[in-house]
């Protein structure tokens, strides 16, 4: 089979089309013949060599979610048959034309799209632990989301308007901002131009999802309302920010944070069973739709790459294969 494989540590151009057997499924596993494949920042991450795979998971393959159809079933598996459609959450070789995975971190395709398909497990698994389980997004909490025009962020202002939440999200030009608004934040913030902290000071936010870090740490914890929680997913500026404990205690504040890929396998496989009860009603309905607004063939995943690193795209990147 043809994959993509990082051929050393590097920019876009170290991403090379090479030949691969096809994996065979083992025990509890499904073989997923690939149609589409969602690209996500954490794969710009491992080309660098900064975000290594799972053990058991090919390490020079990018790719954390995909759709396509079940091709074989190993031995034990209860509820695919070859012939279904699916799509399915990574620990990583996803740029490629076969997969296997654990028949419980699939899921059927919500509608007919293998591109929207591809485009969904990683961001709505990463935004439903993070902001629903974890942050314990309400009905008519404000939520914030920095980002707000990327994968996770177009995935995280829709589901939170879907719950409820009254949304504000931050991001860096006006054309992002107005995307922002339309999917449904009811204040989006030029962060180039404008201070959040100054704007959403006396509003106040119950939630947080952030992936910046940096200053914003100290700022997103000086907005929180009384209970609120902030909810770490990266910290691209970096992880370290100074903050009062008597503050934390006497608002009662909560700051956690994830990292999806290295769960076990029956954690994602329960995270799966909740995204379909909970999240695929609202896309079979149309309230939830993924923002796909470029894809590329297998062979230009490095042009992928290089849209993403240049920060112009907005919602969702996807290889066609
Ligand atoms: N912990 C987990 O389990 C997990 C899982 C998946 C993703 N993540 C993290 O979530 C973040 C978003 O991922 P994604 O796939 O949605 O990426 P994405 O589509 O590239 O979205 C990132 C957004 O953040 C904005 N941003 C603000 N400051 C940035 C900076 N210094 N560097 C890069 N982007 C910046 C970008 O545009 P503007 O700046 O122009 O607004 C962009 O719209 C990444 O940091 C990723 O590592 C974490």
Redesign the pocket.
Known sequence: MRVVTITSPGGPEVLRIAERPVPAPRENEVLIRIKAAGI???DL?QRKGNYPAPKGVPQDIPGLEVAGIIEECGLGTERWRPGDSVCALLGGAGYAEYAVVHEGHCLPLPGNSFTEAAALP??IF?VWHNVFQSGRLKQDENFLI??G?????STAIQLARCFGAQVFAT???DE?CRLCEDLGASRAINYKKEDFEEILREEGIDVILD??GGDYITKNIRILHPGGRLVF??A??GGRGEFDVFDIMNRRLVITG????PRDAAFKKSLAEEVEKHVWPLIRSGQFRPEVTATFPLEAASEAHRL?ED?S?VGKIVLLV
């Open positions: 996500n920042r954490p991450f990683e961001t990463t920095h980002g025009a990327g994968g996770i962020g991001a860096g030009s992002k992936a910046i997913i990266n691209v500026k994830s990292t999806l890929r993403m920060n795209h």
